[in-house]
């Protein structure tokens, strides 16, 4: 019976160096080809510019391959179990680095039945690492980043976010990846916080950072990733202003932005009513969310209207009867915010803005009610999860400690250990032009 031999691709662009390690894996047998799905590719390299059904012709089309199969996970388990190839064919570039523990499984079970790993040299010429950077870049052009978060949203019950505020917290936003038990996670899209993003400037939280300097933000962000971006827009402004910023965030590119149903001096909401704070009146906010969806000139950009009833204590049927009359009005989104530990009145109001509501996006910020999973909250009807502040929170105790440290001891060796390796930094940006 003729050998079967096995391999797995990401890409979405197929160039020499794939094809001739298919034409050698074809040499050994009759080679099936495992295509990773969508929502695998997005969760550990990027988004992928040709979706799965394309990237499946292509591979079908490809001289030397008999069969192509789903793979809907990092790890092959599954699929070597089930069709048993006698080898598997892989680039030696697995050896080290994040897909180590991949090829460990590989081995392990390959032995399982008497299966082979056979490897040949990885092809690491400048020129494909030329054309990776291309489709990168396509990513984050202003058009194709828009429309990617409600791609997401198809695509998977819920999607997250990490707070980003400047350069370096959106490339960890954008880079940072997990391998559990053969998964990949990455953070799905990034919240350009009026929290951190005044913080940062040294600024309270009462929309005092003005809109240029905001913009400023999303621009640093957008230069260096290809993740969508949801805004926080604070209250909007007036909406003579609030109709000009909404078109300006959506031609450069923001996917989302999230208005607060609060009127006059903002403060922020997890002060709830320990500080003075007025909502809006259903009619005034709901003439805003109009004139702003008016505005719009695409049909991929969420205009996300938050709620603050259950904020400033107005009650659950006043956050009820607001997010109907918020989407009769026009907006695309709902954000539905709390400030307690105990999750019970977020998912109370999911429970019953689900029954009436199937469809609207549903977005959480859980920064007080942290203890739910992302699952959890999938199961009752949220689409959305926003960690808004996590990065900025975690950022200045290491300083702060690292600053007293060097006041302490009259010196930097102390704090050392504190530090990332000169090295590392000097690295940790790689210069690509
Ligand atoms: C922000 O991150 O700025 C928010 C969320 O608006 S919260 O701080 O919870 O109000
Ligand atoms: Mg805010």
Redesign the pocket.
Known sequence: MAKTVYMCFSTDLIHGGHISIIQKAAQLGELIIGVLTDEVVASYRRFPVLKYDERVKLFENIKGVSKVVPQDTLSYAKNLRWLKPDYVVHGDDWKTGFQKPIRDEVIEILKEYGGKLVEFPYSQKEEYERLESMQRHQLSMPDIRRGRLKELLSMKPLVNAI?AHNGITGLIAENTTVLQDGKTYQFDAM?V????DSIARGKP?IELVDMSSRLRTVDEIMDVTTKPIIF?ADTGGLTEHFVYNIRTLERMGVSAVIV?DKTGLKR???FGNEVAQTQDSIENFCAKLAAGKAALKTNDFFLIARIESLILEKGMDDALKRAFAYTNAGATGIMI?SRKKDPSEIFEFCKNFREKDTATPLVV?P?TFNSVSEEEFARRGVNIVIY??QLTRSGIPAMQKVAETILKNRRAKEADEMCMPIKEILTLIPEDY
């Open positions: 707070e919240w916080s009026s929290l951190c939280d926080d607060e922020n909401s997890l915010h910020v920064t808004a502040n």
